[in-house]
């Protein structure tokens, strides 16, 4: 994302929206109310009125609207915000919807920032340009393969196969293996021009052999391959491998990555007894402490006064607020321990009689839990 121009008097900011990851953010940036204007096309209502609607000539205008539905539809990478127009050539006060995408240029009009809204620019600002980055997470007869860039997690192929077991002919076993290993290079080859590193996962010896497949068909494939072992395969070896921090050198460069970690190491400092707060209640008696470092919340929950009210608070600390999807699976580990949560600089307990935390169970009990 990068900013145009911002007008500090009226907090009007023109942004170019460069990443698919753009799109998540400006989704979660628009809120019922705000003004979005962007380049877009109208059909000409000085069109002779015989001409049918469907038939009059669409003239790209700039229109601005005041929202009223934001959609993010993230398989087709786009976000359609819909509203009265408010400033145009004509049509004043009809609806229309604004169809963004990626390199696309929008103006919103923001007079004031929240805590999370600052986050999710300041997060855009610093995408430098989201780098892709392919995993597979494979095994014999069970892979899968995607992409990641930036907030991004596309899925390439499941490639699932029976291969002949022992009570067939080896040769045949043979066959399928050699086949099934040819249909991941293949993919992984197609896959992999504009990526920056290729991680190849999985728990058996299938990771080794497809890198050394690699290495003798595609070199320069190979040289960004970085082989890495998980206790699964499939989208399953994918969240593991995410959320483990094994890869992190390659996968630093990606916030879907980042997002997994940070929400595996919430799960960590829970399980530990002291380190986290979990619910409303709690976060906001770790944020009077001074005692968190790192707060996590939904993108579900950011429309909530009340939890806006806390990250708000949050701005006047050194925490790091990160905005987590509830759509992927670290988003629906954290929406099972109510949707805001923190990971804690020191060990702090509760003094309230209620915490309000829903989700799993500490390790052990906390004070006044």
């Known amino acids: 994302m990068r900013l ?11 942004l170019r929206l460069e990443t698919p990851s753009d799109l998540w953010r400006i989704s979660r940036l628009v809120r ?92 855009g600002f610093s995408g430098k340009g989201d780098p892709a980055i392919v995993v597979a997470a494979v095994d014999w007869g069970d892979s899968s393969i995607v992409r990641l860039r930036g907030r991004a997690i596309d899925p390439i192929a499941d490639v699932r196969r029976t291969i002949a077991g022992k009570r067939f002919d080896a040769r045949q076993g043979e066959r399928d293996r050699s086949a099934y290993l040819d249909e991941l290079v293949t993919v992984l080859v197609r896959e992999a021009g504009d990526a920056v590193a290729v991680v190849v996962a999985g728990p058996g010896f299938l990771k080794e052999e497809l890198s050394r497949r690699l290495a003798e068909t595609a070199p320069e494939v190979a040289r960004r391959v970085r082989v890495y072992p998980a206790s699964e395969s499939g989208r399953a070896g994918v ?81 790091r607020l990160f905005v987590v999807r509830a759509s992927e699976a670290a988003g629906e580990r954290l929406v099972g321990l109510g949707g805001i949560a923190a990971i804690l600089r020191y060990d702090w307990t509760s003094s309230s009689p209620a915490t309000g935390s829903t989700g799993s169970p500490r390790a052990a009990p906390r004070t006044g839990a």
């Open 239 to 319: 969240d593991e491998l995410l959320r483990s921090g094994r890869a992190s050198e390659v996968l630093r460069a990606s916030v879907a990555a980042e997002e997994a970690e940070v929400v595996e190491r919430l799960i960590r400092a829970l399980s530990g007894g002291s380190r986290a707060a979990v619910g409303r209640r709690e976060v906001a008696e770790a944020l009077d402490a001074g005692a968190i470092e790192t707060l996590l919340v939904a993108e579900t929950l950011l429309p909530d006064p009340e939890v806006a009210a806390i990250l708000d608070r949050s701005r006047g600390q050194r925490a």
């Open 32 to 123: 019922p109310g705000d003004l979005v204007g962007a380049s877009t096309t109208r059909r000409d209502p000085e069109a002779p009125l015989d001409v049918p609607g469907a038939e009059r000539t669409r003239r790209r205008v700039y229109l601005a609207v005041r929202a009223e539905q934001v959609e993010f539809h993230g398989f087709s990478q786009h976000v359609r915000i819909t509203g009265p127009i408010v400033e145009g050539p004509f049509d004043i006060g009809r609806h229309h919807t604004l169809d963004l995408a990626e390199g696309d240029d929008v103006s919103i009009l923001k007079p004031t920032l929240t805590a999370a809204e600052r986050a999710l620019l300041d997060e």
């Open 4 to 14: 145009l121009s911002r007008d500090a008097t009226t907090g009007l900011h023109r």
